[in-house]
T-cell receptor
Framework: AQSVAQPEDQVNVAEGNPLTVKCTYSVSGNPYLFWYVQYPNRGLQFLLKYITGDNLVKGSYGFEAEFNKSQTSFHLKKPSALVSDSVLYFCVVRDTGSARQLTFGSGTQLTVLP | DAGITQSPRYKITETGRQVTLMCHQT?????MFWYRQDLGHGLRLIYY???????DKGEVPDGYVVSRSKTENFPLTLESATRSQTSVYFC?????????????FGPGTRLTVL
């Protein structure tokens, strides 16, 4: 069975500093990995994905994620954090079955301090 | 308006009552999903549907019933609500084919079972 782990429930970073939100995964076969964000009282929104190819994936709002197969990690990064980045982040892995179901991590709340 | 909508947005009910949460999407996406979100668990899949009249269980289906008579609607019914079903429920949809595998989420329904 596939699984996703986000080891930090909460990450604090100063505005303008680089941020990293950590994610590790476990799947059989090739991983399909995603990051979603959740704004307060709203549904989740797609941020970026890794399917194949370049290990560095670029997404919306200046975010990027680095796929590392040997460490089974897919950490989310941004060079310079904004206060508006203070939302809930979910790392997600897709299974290889026909329904392509998603398995979500438990989420990491990012707080960017002004 | 185009997109995916859920109703009601908030619901309070009592133990033992039947409750139906509605989900409607205007994209004609083949796949639809129901998730529940609880602290510390991320999102967990309850049921999904690959097309009209085709449904299947997810990770936590017990106590829930779904139907899909029309492509655009995917109601979730709690036949006899329990306190453990207090949660935030999200509906999502995605296209049948294509490489994106991106799911689009509704705004959620916050359900409280007293």
């Amino acid at each position: 069975a596939q699984s996703v782990a986000q080891p930090e429930d909460q990450v604090n970073v100063a505005e303008g500093n680089p941020l990293t939100v950590k994610c590790t995964y476990s799947v059989s076969g090739n991983p399909y990995l995603f990051w979603y964000v959740q704004y307060p009282n709203r549904g989740l929104q797609f941020l970026l994905k890794y399917i194949t190819g370049d290990n560095l994936v670029k997404g919306s709002y200046g975010f990027e994620a680095e796929f590392n197969k040997s460490q089974t990690s897919f950490h989310l990064k941004k060079p310079s954090a904004l206060v508006s980045d203070s939302v809930l982040y979910f790392c997600v892995v897709r299974d290889t079955g026909s329904a392509r179901q998603l398995t979500f991590g438990s989420g990491t709340q990012l707080t960017v301090l002004p | 308006d185009a997109g995916i909508t859920q109703s009601p947005r908030y619901k309070i009910t009592e133990t033992g009552r039947q409750v139906t949460l509605m989900c409607h999407q205007t994209w004609s996406h083949s796949y639809m999903f129901w998730y529940r979100q609880d602290l510390g668990h991320g999102l967990r899949l309850i049921y999904y549907s690959a097309a009209a009249d085709i449904t299947d269980k997810g990770e936590v289906p017990d106590g829930y019933v779904v139907s899909r008579s029309k492509t655009e609607n995917f109601p979730l019914t709690l036949e006899s609500a329990t306190r453990s079903q207090t949660s935030v429920y999200f509906c999502a949809s995605k296209e049948l084919a294509g490489s994106t595998d991106t799911q689009y989420f509704g705004p959620g329904t916050r359900l409280t079972v007293l």
